[in-house]
């Protein structure tokens, strides 16, 4: 019974922790160019290739040339856990 609960409990925290992973086509992630409360925004995709031979796919969103207000700005990465 104890060892029944401990892999309903494994199970649940994998469901959770690493769930099963979506497949998707980067046309599923919608126009390269688009606008928000009349800013406009692109978004650039790019593919790296991590030490375990994984590609991974990324995409960039950033404020369109005419919206940017320097040249440098900060950037936020999320990161998931599968």
Same mark, same amino acid.
């Given at each position: 019974m104890e060892e029944h609960r401990r892999n309903?409990?494994?199970?649940?925290?994998?469901?959770?922790?690493?769930?099963k992973r979506e497949e998707y086509t980067l046309e599923d992630l919608g126009p390269k160019e688009f606008s928000i409360k @009349?800013?406009?925004?692109?978004? %650039?995709?790019?593919?790296? *290739?991590?030490s375990r031979k994984d590609h991974?796919?990324?995409s960039?969103? @950033?404020p369109a040339s005419?919206? %940017?207000?320097?040249?440098? *700005?900060p950037c936020v990465v999320f990161c998931h856990g599968n």
């Open positions: 309903n409990y494994s199970e649940l925290v994998d469901s959770i922790i690493r769930p @009349e800013r406009k925004y692109v978004r %650039r995709d790019v593919g790296l *290739l991590n991974l796919t990324c960039h969103f @950033e005419e919206e %940017r207000v320097n040249d440098v *700005l």
